[in-house]
């Protein structure tokens, strides 16, 4: 059922190049020979490797999955989807691809999750069950998500979720002893992973960001980082989104002082469009609507579910009765509202397009009305956004923009702060992971700058293999090597996963580009003659009723074919629709200059 699509032939070529992993046996010999008296530690003196492997999230901002394995253990970091790049009309979303893992189910010890992101936990009702439904390791708030997203995928299975916190400490058979350590993000509890491997020490940030007064969580623990880097520290994989931007990222809280001066000033209704995720965005609100006595009316399906889970586990607080349905909206002043939604990015089916579109059903813009954009623009959605805007301001409402004044804080480390966690955590290798390759570059610049040698910085392409061993002076050492395990797309569209080949997606692509003509042909059984004119219907390629002698010029190409071509057999039929849609394209784009997908239909009567 798993359907690839390859990205790039040359990568694939790359894949089959590739060395196989190899097989212990030589150096073992050494060690036993030469080493018997410390053969007792198992894990320590074979020269079993570990092998590092990122499924997705090093080309991409998106489907996060780690690999980590040694021996017969394997522990899996994050299970992430990914949003559709252009050229990929109808899918849904990408998911990680779980090839390299289907023959070693059985390894699999756990999997653990960093925090609640949907590009950190998207992929678990598709994946989790194929690979034997292991057990998983998250914050109680990411439980609370994943627990909501399993049961809306009829396809997942009855879930295992152990919720940890800062002080726990799991094993993974017998090479895995995981930590976790609290950093913060734009959700609360976001956890980076610290794994304990006979190799050495492994920290998996997650994403992450340092505040020192974050909203509704707890500060990152610098005296633990510290503590940790003191103890040694052979590889950190750290978030690399923001590693192109200079400076400090913004702490949460001071988002606040801003969006306070906002809300002191404005009269009517307030609409905030930010991302249902934006948990800590989301509780700020709630604190400004309670200070300023305004209520609060929640749109969008997804920002309802995370303010109900995350409210249920305390970890979004307001009283209840701030919240109005759509009656208690048309009662309520509008100097007393507040309204949140989704779709500040210029989502086509989010609240805040419906509303300036005019299909919401209650909410409609006015004069009076301020619009806060409450999240930064996405590569990518500028043009979308812009459009939201000019249609936002022609209906007389007011924008407030990031830009404007600075209602958002990212959730992600920016350059200072990226460098302040290699100070401290002295990482002997260093691999930039969770963005597309230009911010991997970006932050392997930075580690050059806190000294850590070229050699030791991993750049790598997801599924690209990283190992660590220890050599004969039980050195730790590590590679990156040539190997590429596969990583090609695996495709969520509507209900099928991976049911989207590489030829749905062409044919989607070309009638997206030039759209699509039917030609039926009437044929008569008994003597193969044409009956009438054949039919011809255009879809996106061109308008019928302008192009009357084009259509015309068609349907007497069509005639032409069926009478000139026997049609006795089924085999004949099949032979005239091929000659259908090969004449007919051609002349087509002799034509006109397009390429619409032919569609020839025979019906032998
Ligand atoms: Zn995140």
Known sequence: MITKYNKETKRKSLAKNARAPKKRPAQKKYYYSKNKNQVANRNQKTNEKLRVMVLGGLEEVG??????????????????????????PGI??????????????????????????????????????????PAMFMGKLTAGLVKKRCVEHKSCPKINITEIDERSKNKFGSAFEVEYLRVNHSIPDCFAIIIHTPV???????????DYSPVNDRPADLNRIAQIGGEGVLLLMSDSTDASHPGYQVSESSIGDEMDKIFENIDGRIIIGTFASQLSRIQKLFDLASKYNRKVYLQGRSMNDNVEIAHQIGYLKFNPKILINDQGLKKTPDNKILIIGTGAQGESNAFLQRVVSGEHRIIKLKKGDTVIFSSSVIPGNERSIQTLKDSITRQGARIFHYEMMDVHAGGHAKQEDLKLMMRLLKPEYMMPIEANHYMLEAHADLARQVGIPEEKIFVADNGQVAEFYKNPRSET??????????????????????????????DRQV???????VVIATIDSKTGEPIG??????????????NRELIEETRMKVKKIVK???????????????????DVGQFLFVKTKRRPMVLPVAIKV
């Open 200 to 210: 050495g020490t492994i920290i998996h940030t997650g994403d992450f960001k340092i």
């Open 92 to 133: 849904d979303y990408i998911i990680p691809n779980i090839s390299y893992l289907e023959d070693k189910i059985d390894k699999i010890k756990g999997v653990i999750i960093t925090h609640g992101h949907m590009d950190h936990i998207g992929a678990i009702p598709h994946i989790i069950g194929k690979i034997g439904n």
């Open 477 to 506: 050492r590590g590679i990156l090597t040539k190997e590429k395990v596969t990583t090609d797309y695996v495709m969520v569209d509507g209900l099928g996963v991976g049911d989207v080949s590489s030829i749905v997606l062409r």
């Open 63 to 88: 489907r996060n999955m780690t690999v980590f394995e040694y021996g017969d253990d394997i522990i899996i970091v994050d299970m992430g989807l990914q949003f559709p790049e252009e050229g990929m």
């Open 511 to 517: 009638m997206s580009e030039d759209g699509m003509i």
């Open 564 to 582: 000139s071509s026997s049609s006795r057999t089924q085999a004949d039929v099949d032979h005239i629709k091929n000659k259908i849609r090969n």
């Open 533 to 546: 004119n054949p039919d011809i219907i255009s879809r996106g390629f061109v308008y019928m009723k302008e």
